[in-house]
């Protein structure tokens, strides 16, 4: 763990810019005629998969999007923003689409966010996910408000052992605060930002997306498991999936 967190206060505003960026591969070839599904309510269904993340939809739907994503990415927040009513309305509804977020964390402000957001497991996970990137701005606004000297010592291997790490950076983000008018208690939050096998998951998640489908850059699309090239954007995203279900 301590090989991926060595990112001091001052670095952290470098990474908050460091997301999006080009895809290589030709994901999301077209399935030919595609037909809905409405015999329940695919929104109410929402997993955890086998790779970490946190899937809606009908897990047979023919086309299977996973987005890459970072708590810290502007890009990310604003795919959120533009995606979540019509990518649930004329897609996941429909069965036509289950949509799965998998974290890829970049920092330590990134973490702590990510592990609220996981905090209470699947079926809260999409609102929390979603209010925590429509709080974005505020969250780098009060970090960067914060005692700088006190956030580069949360970086330290020690602090990282003892646990105080994530609890820090939550703090001074007031993401605690946040959370907690959404269901997850302050003990439950601590607790949450402190759980060394929920850290260690987050980071293995990294691994692989970074090992398995070079990932290198914020939000990525696995689409039918194939990196997609050319999406980056809710518009860019919601015209390839125009393409595959005529």
């Not at 702590?112 to 996970?125: D, I, K, T």
């Not at 929390?128 to 291997?157: H, K, S, V, Y």
Request: hydrophobic share 40%; charged share 20%; net charge negative.
């Amino acid at each position: 763990m301590k090989h991926l967190w060595k990112v001091s206060a001052i670095a952290l505003a470098a990474t908050l810019a460091a997301c999006g960026g080009e895809t290589s591969a030709n994901g999301g070839a077209a399935t030919g005629s595609v037909e809905a599904d409405t015999s329940r309510n695919w929104v109410e269904v929402v997993t955890k998969t086998e790779e970490g993340g946190f899937q809606m939809g009908n897990p047979d739907a023919p086309i299977k999007i996973v987005e890459f994503a970072s708590m810290t990415c502007g890009h990310c927040a604003t795919f959120a923003e533009e995606s979540f009513d019509p990518l649930v309305e004329n897609y996941i509804s429909q069965g036509l689409v289950s949509f799965e977020v998998r974290n890829f964390v970049r920092d330590p402000l990134d973490l702590s966010a990510a592990l609220l957001s996981r905090c209470r497991g699947a079926e809260p996970f999409f609102p929390l996910n979603e209010r925590l990137f429509a709080n974005q701005e505020t969250m780098f606004e009060t970090i960067q408000g914060a005692d700088q000297a006190q956030l580069q010592a949360l970086a330290t291997p020690e602090a990282l052992q003892s646990g105080r790490t994530f609890v820090g950076f939550a703090e001074a983000a007031g993401l605690i605060d946040l959370v907690g008018s959404l269901g997850v208690s302050d003990q439950q939050a601590r607790q949450c930002l402190a759980d060394t096998a929920a850290i260690q998951e987050l980071e293995e998640m990294r691994n692989r997306a970074l090992n398995q489908h070079n990932i290198t850059g914020t939000p990525s699309f696995l689409i039918n498991g194939e990196l997609a090239s050319g999406v980056s954007s809710w518009a860019q995203l919601d015209a390839r999936l125009q393409e595959m279900v005529q």
